[in-house]
């Protein structure tokens, strides 16, 4: 199965389930983002990959806006080279609007992360080599003052479907990439990968989350994640 084939299979199974209050809008990029995201397989998809980096879920000013996992409109289209058309989700939460590529925001966890990727390997074509950059789950769950709900808030009755059918495409998508390490960006991502992934050959583990709402993020990022990835083993 390749990658087009688990997203579409990711959005056959998500499509149907409804998620209650607080939680008032759901945006889903990987069907109003399509484009721009199969441009980002197209270009970097290609198998084995030596690391697979995980996310959470999407960001209101990040991949809610590019389709693209830690897509931060400045480094998407001007580091990956990806600029394409962005539709809307079919509800909007009017404090969180999608302008797409036009949006003016910038993400800091997204800026933090490609950022890195930028400074450390200079182009995408040497860090693509070697990394991937996926999101466990592709739904922005967003409450009506326009907070954003991380899927670990949700109830157990709306999380756990939303969770198996994400654990089955992380697996899916690790299981394509055959990479020797999968590291989940943040508690969460790494917590579901060791659940997604258990009987594969990988080694699992986790860095910490580029967030401005975690207080070591913002002691150096770069740095800590670097030493995180060291203790795991990869080499930069």
Sequence with gaps: MNLKA?????LDELRPLRFG?????????????REP?????????ARPK??????????????????????????????LGIEAPVGTPS???PKRPVLGFACPR?????????????????????????????????????????RNRTPDGLSLSQRNPMLAACDRALRRTVQWFRPR????????AEERAHAALSGLRTIIGGITHPSPANPK???????????ELFALGIRI
């Design 181 to 188: 390490y999968v590291v989940g960006v943040g508690q969460f």
């Design 50 to 79: 030596e690391v697979v980096l995980v996310g959470m879920n999407p960001g209101p000013w990040g991949m809610a806006q590019t389709g693209v996992p830690f897509g931060e409109v400045n480094l998407v289209r001007n580091w």
């Design 91 to 93: 509800v909007i939460n």
């Design 21 to 33: 209050p607080p939680v008032t809008h759901v945006y889903n990029p990987l069907e109003y983002a």
């Design 6 to 10: 688990i997203t579409d299979e990711l």
């Design 217 to 227: 993020a913002n002691r150096g990022w770069e740095a800590l994640a670097e030493a």
């Design 106 to 146: 910038s993400e800091v966890s997204g800026k933090r992360l490609w950022g890195w990727a930028r400074a450390r390997f200079g182009t995408p074509e040497r860090f693509f080599s070697r990394f991937f950059v996926a999101n466990y789950c592709p739904l922005l769950f967003l409450e009506a003052d326009g």
């Design 37 to 45: 995201y199969d441009e980002y397989l197209r270009r970097h998809g």
